[in-house]
């Protein structure tokens, strides 16, 4: 019969209050360790922030690189973190941005600069692969690096290829608006005004302008990307209307906004997976610098700290890493308003030399070198800067009145928030600045109810911790159950899963030692053995349960080890691949809308594509073969002509199917009839030989195997369970799949004698495991990955795990081992048969009795099989052996 008609023997006590939060909510664990790329496109205060973040990272036990350009190399290898050198000029992209205001209208009244700026932002896109993927070549003795994870800022734009490349998660920071569109203020490089308009059409402006930035960045870099990804990423392609930001914003991918809660809130437009974390910034200091910066100060700038004893606090005054144009018009202009107002200022060069200083007497002004602004501010009574986030951020949690003078982009959203929230003045950009206006804007910094609104503002950030809400939200949001090893989390350990094995229609997620093991497996493929595996086979699919089968491996030293399982699917195909924590489906359509506009463009582009095989075929094998060769592929471009024709229809209908079925069928799909959009993880090396490099390094024993194979018995025929259930991949993602809780209980009810042989349980553990799923489909629309139901069994049998352990104890001749999967999980006819193969097996070999005793304990076996044969040893006395 194909289904059982067995009624459960138990039911859940309507009465009854099972409280299973601890394994149905808590988070699944982390691998202890993960390799984690930072990857930074910016000046030195968009990569300041992160050697906190980085730091914090460290000290959960992770390995952290930050990959960034080669100007600020020495300030990432200075606080002891592993480094990789990024392509681009940050100098070079800050002036071309004060050129074209850092806007769209902008950049089109400049278009001889798009060019260059192109071009070094393709080098900055390719130099993302190696970043993740090479040590650091200055660095001889850095170890190999692969990343395990992704934090990126966009500017960098290669994070999300690299990402789908690898299969691995990624995480946006920045302290800027960009992906994710809001109706509360417009995209920083749009160029619209930030000045606070609640009509409809200026909301909607603001919203449409995250839409068409993308557009317009996607169409200039989208050629370059697309030959990148063929050519060296091993992805295919991406369509023109199926830019970056729209794959980002699809695949639900977190955005950490660096900045203060207090300051800008969360926009209520925003969805789930964005937060605003708080701006990242050392713990804040005293206001009276500590006794060793103080000296350290006044030894560096011992005629500016003397400046600072003899009056009242002065006006800090700086522009970070900002160009300016005429440098001596802005500081001929501070002086003078000085001189008017009678008032001390301080000016910190950056990028642009600002010499301030005079001969008059009292100097009411003072140039400062590079140092701390954790020293520096406390000495000052307000701040004059561009506006960057980190600035503006800095300024205000030391409670100081601000004017923002910006430069380009996000700056003139700063400097209107600082406005908003009383605590400066309406900003002036630097090219519109004169005497007159600085000397009525740093008389308003002086104002009583600004000083008061800024030292309030200053309470409310003091509360925060924008590194630890950061910390918090990236690992938060890591597809933790698509990253842990199936069949070692049955075991309640936390390995990273690496690769796939794939048997039998069923597919578990394992670690390297596990698939090593498992491609050691073979079967006795005699014509007997064929016919058993068919007929085993063949009784599974029509009873619907499992039947027993024995498999032998040639794993080290467990080689022709027979081992009885429960699994037939162990038989027939079985294929070991990598494994993808992440998958972003780059391209994916939600809707039909969608599948129609990019199924239409891309059959387009095809079709344009074809009749060009003439050209490229031919081209291609004259490189090669010379004449001969351009005459064969003029002979073969027809053929290609025809196949890329027909891929065209068949990417057309593709689109439309898939945007059909993710509309209305409620189960999303990566694709429908394309396989080839299915992104596969880069091959680093070939898979055979990677995992015998493993069983050479981790040499498994002969306990730890059989302990681990008896794992994977457990976890398939969970996965047979899970697959009953009809999985389908949640909304928000495509990591992994899940099955609705109550989909499971009523299998299980329906089921119940083929579920239990599945998982081998009994009455007490089964009642639990059934009360554990009947308790989670209470809960609406909660849905459970395969790792939780592994968790959920790991739960189960902890009682009879602890209960073997203790049994087990006075069996133990040498220091405690834990007891076999075998003694946990058989019943006693199942482990006594294969504690009679074990005897027969010793009882053969050559061993000496010592070794005998050894193999004994290591295998949890009674010793009493090594004890001498009287009339053996009776009868080899009288032979004279």
């Known amino acids: 019969m194909m289904f ?35 990857i930074i496109c910016g000046t030195h205060g968009d990569c300041l922030p992160f050697i906190g973040l980085a730091h914090a990272l ?3 036990g992770h390995r952290v690189r930050i990959a960034t350009h080669v100007v600020h190399r020495k300030a990432v290898t200075s606080k002891d973190i592993e480094y990789y050198p990024l392509a681009g000029d940050p100098k070079q992209l800050s002036q071309w941005m004060v050129e074209t205001g850092g806007s769209l209208l902008g950049e089109a009244r400049r278009p001889e600069l798009i060019p260059q700026k192109t071009a070094m932002v393709n080098q900055i896109i390719k130099s993302c692969w190696p970043a993740v993927t090479e040590p650091d070549p ?33 995480h946006i920071m920045f302290p800027q608006p960009w992906y994710y569109g809001t109706k509360e203020f417009p995209h920083p490089m749009s160029g619209l005004t930030y000045a606070k308009k609640d009509t409809m059409a200026q909301r909607q402006k603001n919203f449409q302008s995250y839409g068409a930035f993308h557009v317009l960045m996607w169409a200039a870099v989208s050629n370059t990307v697309n030959e990148w990804r063929t050519k060296v990423l091993k992805l295919p392609l991406v369509a023109l209307s199926e830019g970056v930001a729209q794959g980002i914003e699809r695949a639900n991918i977190p955005f950490s906004a660096m900045w203060s809660p207090s300051f800008v809130p969360k926009p209520s437009d925003w969805p789930e997976q964005c937060r605003v974390v708080g701006t990242f910034t050392s713990p804040k200091k005293s206001p009276q610098p500590q006794d060793n910066l103080q000296s350290e100060m006044e030894e560096e700038f011992p005629s500016f700290v003397k400046w600072l004893a003899e009056g009242p606090k002065p006006i800090f005054i700086g522009f970070g890493s900002m160009v300016i144009k005429d440098p001596q018009k802005i500081a001929s202009i501070i002086k003078k308003a000085a001189q008017s107002l009678n008032c001390r200022i301080v000016v910190q060069s950056g990028w642009t030399k600002l010499d301030v200083e005079g001969d008059e007497i009292p100097r009411l002004c003072h140039n400062v070198g590079p140092c701390p602004h954790d020293w520096l501010l406390p000495q000052t009574c307000a701040v004059v800067h561009h506006g960057g986030a980190g600035t503006t951020a800095a300024g205000l949690r030391y409670g100081l009145p601000t004017l923002v003078c910006p430069f380009f982009a996000d700056q003139y959203m700063w400097s209107e928030m600082v406005h908003r929230a009383g605590v400066g003045p309406s900003p002036c950009p630097v090219n519109k600045l004169t005497v007159a206006i600085l000397e009525e804007k740093l008389k308003m910094l002086q104002d009583d109810e600004i000083s008061d609104a800024a030292k309030k503002m200053a309470e409310q950030m003091a509360k925060e911790d924008g590194i630890q809400g950061g910390l918090e939200h990236f690992l938060s949001d890591l597809p933790r159950d698509n990253m842990l090893c199936d069949v070692c989390l049955l075991l309640g350990e936390t390995k990273p899963a690496k690769f796939r094995f794939r048997v039998g229609g069923r597919e578990l997620k394992v670690s390297p030692e596990v698939a090593a093991l498992l491609k050691s497996i073979r079967m006795d493929y005699g014509w007997r053995d064929v016919l058993s595996s068919f007929r085993l086979l063949f009784l599974e699919f029509l009873c619907n349960r499992p039947a027993n089968m024995t498999v032998s491996t040639n794993h080290g030293r467990l080689n022709n080890h027979k ?36 199924g239409f463009l891309g059959l387009l582009r095809h079709a344009f594509r074809a009749p060009f095989q003439l050209y490229s075929q031919s081209d291609r094998y004259a490189r090669t073969h010379g004449a001969f060769g351009c005459l064969f592929g003029l002979a073969l471009a027809p053929f290609y002509m025809v196949a890329v024709a027909l891929y065209a229809v068949v990417y057309f209908f593709e689109h439309i199917a898939t945007g059909c079925n993710n509309s209305f069928s409620g189960k999303r ?3 429908l009839l394309d396989p080839s959009r299915q992104t596969k993880v880069y091959p680093f090396m070939n898979i055979d030989t990677e995992l015998n490099l493993v069983k050479v390094q981790e040499g498994t024993k002969v306990r730890r195997a059989v302990c681990l194979l008896e794992a994977v018995d457990l976890a398939l025929g969970l996965q047979a369970l899970f697959n009953k259930a009809k999985p389908r991949y949640p909304q928000e993602h495509l990591h992994y799949r899940v099955v609705a809780a109550e989909n499971l209980l009523r299998i299980i009810n329906k089921e119940e004698t083929t579920c239990r042989a599945f998982l081998n349980l009994d009455e007490s553990e089964w009642t639990l495991f059934h009360n554990i799923l009947s308790s989670a489909a209470k809960v609406d629309n909660l849905l459970l990955s395969f790792s939780r139901l592994c968790f959920i069994i790991k739960y189960v049998l902890t009682d009879r795990t602890e209960r073997y352990a203790n049994k087990m104890k006075s069996q133990r001749r040498s220091k405690r081992v834990r007891p076999s999967f075998s003694e946990i999980y058989l019943d006693e006819e199942a482990r006594e048969k294969s504690a009679s193969e074990w005897t027969s097996c010793l009882r053969r070999s050559s061993l000496t009795e010592d070794l005998k005793v050894s193999v004994c ?19 080899g006395i009288k032979t004279g052996s």
Not at 9 to 27: A, G, I, M, Q
Not at 566 to 595: C, D, E, M
């Open 669 to 671: 799909r990566l694709f």
């Open 857 to 875: 304990s290591l295998a949890g076996l009674p010793e009493r099989i090594v004890e001498v044969d009287e009339d053996n040893l009776e009868s």
């Open 4 to 38: 059982s008609s067995a009624k459960p023997t138990h039911t859940l006590d309507e009465e009854s209050n099972f409280d299973f939060h601890e394994v149905l909510s808590e988070k699944l664990p982390l691998p202890p360790k993960i390799n984690v790329c930072i």
């Open 563 to 598: 081992l009885t399982l429960n699994q037939t699917s162990f038989y027939g195909f079985r294929k070991i691949q990598r494994h993808a924590v992440a998958t972003f489906g780059l391209g994916n359509v939600q809707t039909l809308r969608q599948g129609i506009t990019s």
């Open 138 to 170: 200055d660095d001889l003795d850095e170890k190999p690096f692969i990343a395990d994870a992704v934090i990126a800022n966009p500017p960098c734009l290669g994070h999300i290829h690299v990402c789908e490349a690898l299969g691995i998660p990624l």
């Open 58 to 60: 460290q000290e959960k």
